[in-house]
Structures are given as C-alpha cells and as structure tokens.
C-alpha cells in the first residue's frame, strides 16, 4: 500500500510540474520573452562550404595570396583565370540561391513532374541553383561569341578577369547578408523590398565597373556597348527573374 501511494504522489507531481510549465510558456509567448524560430542548419552548412570552396581555390589556384592582393593583382600575374572564374560562378550561384531561393512562390509544376530522380524533386534552393548555373553557362558562351563577332577576343581574357573580381566580392556580401538574414530576428518580407534595391545598385555598379575599367575590357564603340549591356546584361536577367519569381 506505501508503494502504490509513493507511485501516486510521484505521478501527481510529475503532472503539475507539467502543468506548470505549459503555462510558464503560454505566458512567455504572450508577452513576447521567448521567440520561437526554426535556424535551418542547411544554411550554416551551405555557407561554411562556400567559404571552405573560396580558401581552397586562393590556396591552390591562386599562391594563396590574400584576398587585396588578388583584386589588385593585374591579368598578367594570374594563373588559371577562366577555371578560378568558373568556380567563382558555381559559389557565387550558390551563395545566391541560398539566400534568394526562399523567396521563390513554388517550383514550376512541370520541373517537378518531369525533372525528377528515384523520387527526389528540385526544392526551391535546387531549383534556383540549378537555373543560374545553366543562365551563367549560356550568358558566358554567348559572351565569348560577342567578343569574337567583334573583333575583339583579346580582351575576353580582361573580361573575365574583372568579371570574377566583382562576382567574388558580390558572393562574400551575400555570405554575410545568409547569416544575417537566416539567424537574427529580422521581417523577412520587408527585407525583401531592400534586397531588391541593393540588387538594383549592385547591378548599376557592375555596368558602371564594365564601362570605366581601366583595362578597357568592352569593346570601344559606343553601339556595340550598348549591345552588350541591352542583349547580354539587362534582357537575361528580366528572363531569370520571370522564370523564377513571377
């Protein structure tokens, strides 16, 4: 009999105890002390990768060199320029989809329905990823083939070279905007209006870094700049963003 009422009292406190605590956290999300959100570890994991894939490509392709070094250090004292650019485009479409993947409505019905392997289907980050990777792989070849209709193939090479400058610095400011956007209690959607003001300025910067380079990386007449700038920079991007996002 002592036994069954020890058993008794000890389930009964355990309850209260229970109890007790329901309300504790009832009240605590009532007035706001404890903050429930969901840190996805996928993004953290994305993020140290990215940065680990950066390290790895100054230490090997680059002499480890620091990072002011390699954007001051001119064409001619870099080796492997369009496979170090290569692996800057890869990072750089995931650093973007990492942080810009979440704000995709929903996966296009007929990517799920027939671009799908032993039951695993594109997510929105999989989906994102994979549409930069094949929108930079087109732009860059059909890039190529602009400088050559041109006459001027020679300075692809100072093209490039600029273009992995800016799309590294731009990968690095999205790494830190990942953490800051996934991991400190921010209004996401509202969030989303400046993320699109600072693509808009990030853009303008890049034509403005194209147009006054100092190696003159564009071609010299002004219509076939603006050729470029029309058909290879402004016209894709409303494409990417109207396949993704509308």
């Known amino acids: 009999m002592k ?10 406190f355990k309850n209260q105890n229970q109890i007790l605590f329901l309300k504790i956290l009832t009240f605590a999300k009532t007035i706001k002390l404890i903050r429930v959100a969901s840190h996805p570890d996928w ?5 140290i990768g990215i940065a680990f894939s950066y390290i790895m490509m100054f230490k090997t392709l680059h002499r480890d060199i620091s990072l002011y070094d390699f954007l001051m250090q001119p064409l001619e004292n870099v080796n492997n320029t369009h496979l170090s650019w290569a692996i800057t485009t890869i990072l750089h479409c995931a650093s973007f989809s990492v942080l810009f993947s979440q704000y995709i409505p929903v996966v296009p019905k007929f990517i799920t329905e027939n671009f799908s392997a032993f039951g695993i289907e594109f997510n929105k980050f999989g989906f994102m ?20 209709s041109v006459d001027n193939i020679k300075n692809y090479n100072y ?17 830190i905007t990942c953490v800051i956007h996934y991991y400190l209690p921010l209004n996401t959607r509202l969030f989303l209006k400046v993320y699109l003001i600072i693509l808009f300025l990030a853009f303008i910067l890049k034509i403005g870094y194209y147009l006054f380079n100092n ?4 071609p010299k007449h002004f219509y076939y700049k603006f050729l470029y700038i029309c058909s290879l920079q402004i016209l894709p991007i409303l494409v990417v963003w109207k396949f993704c996002f509308i």
């Open 3 to 12: 036994r069954q009422r020890y058993d008794f009292y000890g389930d009964s």
């Open 43 to 47: 993004v953290i994991y994305s993020v």
């Open 129 to 148: 990823f994979t549409t930069l990777l094949l929108f930079y792989f087109v732009k860059n070849i059909v890039t190529y083939f602009f400088f050559a």
């Open 159 to 175: 093209f490039a070279h600029a273009a992995q400058k800016y799309y590294l610095i731009y990968s690095l400011v999205i790494l």
């Open 215 to 218: 190696q003159q990386i564009l």
